[in-house]
C-alpha cells in the first residue's frame, strides 16, 4: 500500500434494536477513544444501504463492526478476512436498496472497486428484538475488547491510533442525542 | 367462499389455489403477499402483509422534540432524510416556529435531489429487473444495441464497443457464479418481452446509474454537512453559509461548494432526461399491452402538497407539487384535506397487529394507539413461528389501516401526476399526454403497474429541473445579502406553551408521509407516523375496503404460475419500503430472527 491508501472503519446496524446497534457503539467507542491519521475516515454507516457504496469504494482497507450470527455465546467476538466477509454479512436478503451490506459488496465486486483488503469484527448477539434498547450486557462488555481489536489490527498495517486525552474530546460521530449515553438515559 | 364485493368496488374470491411469496424481495424491510389463483393462473384473491413491527412512538416518548429527527433518520435505511424533513416540519408546527427563506430553500433542494436519487435508484436497482432479463442481455448484438440507444438518445456512451465492453464485464461476473444483486432472479420467463439489445441496454444504464446516483447524493453532504446521516435543525438548516469563506471540514458552506451543487445538478438532469427516461419509453414500447396493475390508480387517490415556494406559505398557490384527494375516478372533483381534522386521516387495525380499545372505529394520529397485539385468526394455516398462509378474515399484518374520510387511498408520483393532470398545471399535464401519445395509448393507460413506473419517471425529471429553480433561487437571495439558514428564537424550551401539538408533513419519493406530534412540559409526550407504504400497503379495514397493493394486484395473469414475477412487478410499481428490519443473519444464509415473532 501507499501512503495515499484510504482506510475505511465503519460500523453498521440499527441502534434501536438492541444488540444489532453493535456495529455504530463499536465505531463511536473507537472514535471516542482514539484519534487516527487522516488517511482513516471512521463512519457510522447505520442501516443505510446503497449511501455506503462509494464510501466503501474508495477504500484500499475496509473494517467492519456488525453484530453477526455464528452460532456462538451471546458476546463472543469472531474475525473474518476478505472473501469471506460477505459471506458472513447478511446473506439471502432481499436486495440493494435495504440493510443489506451484502448486496453493497456485491456491487462494489461488479463495478470492479471492491477493497483489496476487508476485516470483520462481528460480536455475537443476544437480543435483536427489543425494540427501543440498547446494548445487552455480554455485548456491550465486549465494545473495549473490539476496540482494542480493531486498534490492534490498524497497527498491522502502520497506522497509529493515538488515545486522546480527557480536555481533548472527540467530536462526536453523530448528533449527541443518538449517541449511546443520551440514548439509555430515556430508553 | 363465493365472491364478494368490497365498499371500493373490487371482487375478491379465495377459492382458488393459494400462493404465498415471502419475502417480497427488492425492497425495504419486510413485506409479504398471498394470493389466490383461479383456474387460468389469475389473482382472484390478495393479501399484503407487512411482517414488521415498527413503533417509532416507543423509542420518542420522553425525549426533546429538537433530538426526534435524529431518532428519525434511524427508523429506515432508506428514506433516512425524509423523516428528518417530517420530523421538524411536525415540532415547528406545533412550536410555531418559522424558517429563513434560505432554509426552506435548501430544504427543496434537499428533497427534490431525495426525488431524483430515490427514483432513478429504484428504476434501475429494484424495479428494472422486473421488466429486463439480464441474462438475455448477454445475448445481444452489441452493434444493435449501439444502433437502438442511438436512436433514442443523445446520451454519448453509445457505441457498439462500449456495450461489448459492458457485455464482456457482465458475462464474467455471471459466469463468476455470484450474480449478487442478479441472483433469484426469474430469468427466462415468459413474461419479459425485451429484445436481447434492449435488455442490454437497460443493463448498462443500470450499471451507470449505479456510478451517478453516488454523485447526487453529495448534495446531501454539502447542506446537511455530511453522509449517510445529514444534519437537520429545528427552525431551519445547520449549515452556515459563507460566500467568500474558505473550503474545511465544519467551516460555513461556501461558493466552491454552491458551485459543485450546481454541476451535480446540471448532470442529474442530464442523466434522468438522455438515460433514464429514454430508457423508460424503450422499455414501455414492449410492455405498453400488459396493462394489468391499477387497482386505486386514478379512483382514489391523494398527495398532502409539498414545495412551498416562500418559506412558511402552506397554501395551494405556494406550492410546486399540488395538494387534495380524488375519490371514485372524479377527475374533475379536487377535494380539500385538513390533516388536523380529526375525521379525516383515521387508522384502523382490526385486521392489523395491534390493539384498540373500539376496533369498529378508526384513531387519527394525534389520538393514536400502538399496542402490538400480535393474534392470528381461526383460518390461519401454520403457527404463529411459521405461518403457512394467513387468515384476511382475521389481524394479518402490522401495517395499520389508515382511511381518508373512509376510503383506502392511493399515494405516490402517480398520485401526484394525477392531481397534477386533473388540474390541467402544464408541467404534469404536457409529459403525460406526449409520452401516452408517443405509444398510442389513451388516458386509463396511466393507471396501471406501468402508468406507476411511468409517472416516476416523469417526476424524476421534474424534480431534477425543480433542484435547479431552487438552487438559482437560493444564490438569488444569497446574493442579495440574506444568508440566514435558522432561526433560533424559540430554540430554547422556556419559550415554548407547555403543551403544544402540531403536524409535519412531506411528499416523500414513494407518496404521502405525515409525522403527528404532540408535546408536553419540554417532552415528546406522544408520536405517530403515517408512512406512505402505510396507505399503499394497508390491509382491509372493517368496513372490509381493501387496500392500494391487494387492489392493483387483483385480476392480472400469472405467465407461469410457479414464479410471481408479476406480483413483484406491480408491488415494486409502488417502490414498497417497509422500515429497517433487523438484518442480521446466520452464515448459511438463513435468517436469525423473523420480526414477525413478538
Not at chain 2, 432472479?185 to 443493463?203: C, D, F, H, I
Not at chain 2, 379495514?541 to 394486484?553: H, S
Request: net charge negative; aromatic share 8%; with cysteine.
Amino acid at each position: 500500500m501507499t501512503s495515499d491508501r484510504a482506510i475505511v472503519v465503519l460500523g453498521i446496524g440499527n441502534i434501536l434494536w438492541a444488540d444489532e446497534g453493535f456495529g455504530v457503539r463499536a465505531v463511536e467507542a473507537l472514535h471516542e477513544a482514539y484519534a487516527f491519521p487522516p488517511e482513516v475516515t471512521l463512519i457510522d454507516g447505520g442501516t443505510q444501504g446503497l449511501a455506503l457504496l462509494p464510501l466503501i469504494e474508495a477504500a484500499d482497507l475496509l473494517v467492519v463492526f456488525d453484530a453477526v450470527d455464528y452460532g456462538l455465546e451471546p458476546g463472543v467476538l469472531h474475525l473474518i478476512d476478505d472473501d469471506d466477509v460477505p459471506r458472513y454479512l447478511t446473506a439471502k436478503k432481499m436486495s440493494l436498496h435495504q440493510t443489506s451490506f451484502q448486496d453493497v459488496l456485491g456491487l462494489a465486486t461488479l463495478s470492479g472497486r471492491l477493497p483489496g483488503r476487508m476485516h470483520l469484527i462481528g460480536v455475537q448477539p443476544l437480543d435483536l428484538d427489543d425494540y427501543g434498547a440498547s446494548l445487552t450486557a455480554p455485548v456491550r462488555a465486549r465494545l473495549e475488547a473490539a476496540v482494542a481489536h480493531a486498534v490492534a489490527f490498524l497497527a498491522r498495517f502502520g497506522i497509529i491510533a493515538s488515545p486522546r486525552v480527557a480536555d481533548d474530546p472527540a467530536e462526536p460521530l453523530g448528533p449527541a442525542s443518538v449517541g449511546r449515553e443520551s440514548y439509555e438515559a430515556v430508553a | 367462499m363465493t365472491t364478494v364485493t368490497t365498499p371500493n368496488g373490487f371482487s375478491l374470491n379465495n377459492s382458488g389455489r393459494r400462493m404465498v411469496v415471502d419475502p417480497i424481495t427488492r425492497i425495504e424491510g419486510h413485506l409479504r403477499c398471498e394470493v389466490n389463483l383461479d383456474q387460468n393462473n389469475v389473482i382472484r384473491n390478495a393479501v399484503s402483509s407487512g411482517t414488521m413491527w415498527r413503533g417509532l412512538e416507543v423509542i420518542l416518548k420522553g425525549r426533546d422534540p429538537r433530538d426526534a429527527w435524529a431518532f428519525c433518520e434511524r427508523i429506515c435505511g432508506v428514506c433516512t432524510g425524509i423523516h428528518a424533513l417530517a420530523s421538524v416540519r411536525a415540532v415547528e408546527d406545533a412550536l410555531a416556529i418559522t424558517i429563513p427563506e434560505n432554509a426552506n430553500t435548501i430544504r427543496n433542494i434537499m428533497l427534490a435531489t431525495q426525488w431524483a436519487q430515490d427514483h432513478l435508484v429504484h428504476f434501475y436497482h429494484l424495479h428494472a429487473l422486473d421488466w429486463v432479463d439480464v441474462i438475455s442481455a448477454l445475448k445481444a448484438d452489441p452493434k444493435a444495441t449501439s444502433t437502438l440507444a442511438q436512436s433514442i438518445s443523445p446520451w454519448p456512451n453509445s457505441s457498439p464497443g462500449y456495450f461489448r465492453d459492458v457485455q464482456t464485464r457482465l458475462k464474467k461476473f455471471v459466469d463468476s457464479g455470484q450474480l449478487g444483486p442478479f441472483m433469484n432472479g426469474y430469468w427466462g420467463n415468459p413474461a419479459y418481452l425485451l429484445p436481447p439489445e434492449a435488455n442490454l441496454m437497460a443493463v448498462t444504464h443500470y450499471l451507470e446509474a449505479l456510478d451517478f446516483q453516488r454523485e447526487i447524493v453529495k448534495i446531501h453532504t454539502v447542506f446537511g454537512g455530511k453522509n449517510p446521516h445529514p444534519n437537520w435543525l429545528v427552525g431551519g438548516m445547520a449549515c452556515a453559509i459563507n460566500l467568500d469563506g474558505p473550503l474545511a471540514a465544519g467551516a460555513p458552506v461556501n461558493m466552491v461548494q454552491l458551485n459543485l451543487v450546481s454541476s451535480i445538478i446540471d448532470r442529474t438532469i442530464d442523466f434522468i432526461d438522455q438515460v433514464y427516461v429514454p430508457d423508460l419509453i424503450a422499455i414501455a414500447t414492449y410492455y405498453k399491452h400488459w396493462d394489468y396493475g391499477g387497482g386505486l390508480a386514478g379512483r382514489n387517490l391523494m398527495s398532502y402538497g409539498d414545495y412551498p415556494v416562500a418559506a412558511n406559505n402552506w397554501s395551494d398557490a405556494n406550492l410546486l407539487i399540488p395538494r387534495g384527494a380524488i375519490i371514485n375516478g372524479k377527475l374533475d372533483e379536487i377535494m380539500e384535506i385538513d390533516l388536523r381534522d380529526p375525521s379525516q386521516v383515521q387508522e384502523f387495525v382490526d385486521h392489523s397487529w395491534y390493539r384498540y380499545p373500539d376496533e369498529a372505529i378508526g384513531l387519527h394520529p394525534w389520538a393514536g394507539i400502538t399496542d402490538p397485539n400480535f393474534e392470528l385468526g381461526p383460518h390461519t394455516v401454520g403457527t404463529k413461528t411459521d405461518i403457512k398462509q394467513l387468515d384476511e378474515g382475521a389481524k394479518y399484518s402490522f401495517i395499520k389501516a389508515p382511511r381518508w374520510r373512509g376510503h383506502a387511498m392511493e399515494v405516490g408520483p402517480l398520485s401526484r401526476f394525477t392531481l397534477g393532470y386533473a388540474k390541467g398545471i402544464a408541467e404534469f399535464k404536457e409529459p403525460v399526454d406526449k409520452v401516452l401519445t408517443d405509444l398510442g395509448l389513451p388516458l386509463g393507460a396511466l393507471f396501471t403497474t406501468l402508468g406507476r413506473t411511468a409517472a416516476r419517471g416523469l417526476e424524476a425529471s421534474w424534480a431534477a429541473h425543480k433542484m435547479r429553480f431552487f438552487h438559482d433561487r437560493l444564490m438569488e437571495n444569497l446574493r442579495a445579502g440574506d444568508l440566514v439558514t435558522a432561526n433560533t428564537e424559540k430554540w430554547e424550551p422556556a419559550t415554548w406553551p407547555a403543551e403544544a401539538r402540531g403536524i409535519g408533513h412531506v411528499e416523500a419519493p414513494r407518496g404521502a408521509l405525515g409525522h403527528w406530534v404532540h408535546i408536553k412540559d419540554r417532552k415528546i409526550e406522544a408520536y405517530q407516523a403515517v408512512v406512505p407504504t402505510t396507505w399503499n400497503g394497508s390491509p382491509r379495514d372493517p368496513a372490509g375496503n381493501i387496500g392500494a397493493f391487494e387492489a392493483a394486484l387483483l385480476n392480472t395473469p400469472l405467465a407461469d404460475s410457479s414464479q410471481p414475477l408479476e406480483i413483484l412487478r406491480t408491488l415494486h410499481s409502488f417502490d414498497p419500503c417497509l422500515a429497517c428490519a433487523t438484518h442480521v443473519i446466520a452464515p448459511d444464509g438463513s435468517e436469525l430472527v423473523r420480526a414477525d415473532v413478538l
